[in-house]
C-alpha cells in the first residue's frame, strides 16, 4: 500500500510531467523536452524486461529486438508511405507478439545462462537479418520523412503532443504492470520464481505462465520501439543490438528490479549520466559501471530499494 508522501510524490511527479512541455517552450529549450521524450520511452522498454527480470527471473540479453521490431514496423509501412498509425501499432504489437511467442517456445525449455545465450542468439540472428536487406538501408539505417498519422486533431510532428502520447503510454504501462504483478497470474510467475518445481507439484503449469509473460513483456517493448521510431525518425539494426539489452539491464537493476517504479528511476539516472556527463568528460561510460558496481555491491534493489531502506530506518 501505497504511504501517504509517496502518495503525493506521484501527485507532484505527474503534474510536473504535465506542465514540462510548457515550461520547455517557454524557457525556449526543446532539447529539454527531447531528452524527456526519449528517457520515458527507455522507461516503458526496461518495465517489459522488468517484467521478466525482476518479476519472473528470466534474465534476456536480446530483449532489444523487440524495440528493433517496433521500430521496424514504423519505418516499412512508412517506406510504402502507409502512414496509419494504427496500422504501425498493430503491426509492432503484432510483430512483437508473434516474435515472443515463436522464440519463447524455444528459450523458455532452457534456464539460466542457457536462456541468457539463447535470447541473445536470436535478437542477433535478426540484426544480422536486417543488417543483411538493403531495401530497407542495411546497416546504413532508414530514414523515417513522416511520423505516424493517429487521426484527426493529432499532429505527432508537433514534439508537444508526441511528448503527451509517450507519457499517456508510460503512465498504461505502469499501471498495466502493476495491477498485473498483484493479480492472480502475477503471484504465479511470482512464485515460479521462487520455487518452479513447487508450484509445477501445486497443479501449474509453469511454461505456460512463463510464456504469456515472456510474451507480454515483447508486445510491451514493441510498443516503446513503436514510440521510438516516430521519436527519431530513424531505424537501424543497432536498435537490436546486444548492447542496447545490456543497457537496460542496467536501468531495471540501477532503478529496482521487481518494481513498478525502479525502471523508470534508472532509465532517468542512465539518460541524466548519457547526457550530462559527456560535457565534462569522455569517459562517461567509466562512471556509469562505478555506480553499477556500487549499487551492485551495497544496494540490493536498487537505488528505489536502498531509499526504502533508508526511510524505514529513519522513521522512529
Not at 501505497?2 to 524557457?27: H, I
Not at 532517468?268 to 569522455?282: K, Q, R, S, W, Y
Request: proline letters at 3%.
Amino acid at each position: 500500500m501505497m504511504s501517504k508522501s509517496g502518495g503525493w510524490f506521484a501527485v507532484v511527479t505527474v503534474l510536473g510531467a504535465l506542465l514540462l512541455p510548457f515550461w520547455a517552450e517557454y524557457a525556449g529549450e526543446p532539447f529539454v523536452l527531447d531528452v524527456i521524450i526519449r528517457l520515458m520511452i527507455l522507461a516503458i522498454a526496461a518495465s517489459s524486461l522488468n517484467l521478466i527480470l525482476g518479476y519472473s527471473g528470466m534474465v534476456s540479453l536480446g530483449h532489444a529486438v523487440f524495440i528493433g521490431i517496433g521500430a521496424y514496423a514504423v519505418g516499412i509501412p512508412a517506406y510504402y508511405d502507409l502512414n496509419s498509425g494504427w496500422l504501425q501499432l498493430a503491426a509492432a504489437l503484432g510483430a512483437s507478439g508473434f516474435f515472443a511467442l515463436l522464440t519463447g517456445l524455444i528459450c523458455l525449455r532452457t534456464r539460466g545462462a542457457y536462456f541468457i545465450m539463447i535470447t541473445l542468439a536470436f535478437a542477433q540472428m535478426m540484426y544480422f537479418i536486417f543488417v543483411s536487406i538493403e531495401e530497407y538501408g542495411g546497416d546504413d539505417g532508414l530514414v523515417i520523412y513522416s511520423r505516424s498519422e493517429m487521426g484527426p486533431g493529432v499532429d505527432l510532428d508537433d514534439n508537444n503532443q508526441l511528448y503527451f502520447l509517450v507519457l499517456f503510454c508510460l503512465i498504461a504501462v505502469m499501471i498495466l504492470i502493476h495491477r498485473l504483478t498483484r493479480s492472480d497470474f502475477g503471484q504465479v510467475i511470482r512464485s515460479i520464481k521462487i520455487n518452479e518445481v513447487r508450484m509445477q507439484a501445486l497443479g501449474f503449469d509453469t511454461f505456460r505462465y512463463r510464456l504469456v509473460c515472456y510474451v507480454i513483456s515483447g508486445m510491451i517493448c514493441g510498443l516503446a520501439g513503436w514510440l521510438l521510431g516516430d521519436f527519431t525518425g530513424f531505424i537501424s539494426p543497432e536498435m537490436m543490438d546486444w548492447t542496447r539489452s545490456g543497457e537496460l539491464i542496467a536501468m531495471v537493476l540501477l532503478g529496482g528490479a521487481a518494481t513498478v517504479v525502479g525502471p523508470l528511476l534508472g532509465a532517468g539516472i542512465f539518460i541524466g549520466v548519457e547526457t550530462l556527463l559527456p560535457d565534462m568528460t569522455i569517459y562517461w561510460h567509466l562512471y556509469l559501471g562505478i555506480l553499477l558496481i556500487i549499487v551492485a555491491k551495497f544496494g540490493r534493489g536498487g537505488l528505489l530499494g536502498w531509499w526504502t531502506r533508508w526511510q524505514s530506518r529513519s522513521r522512529p
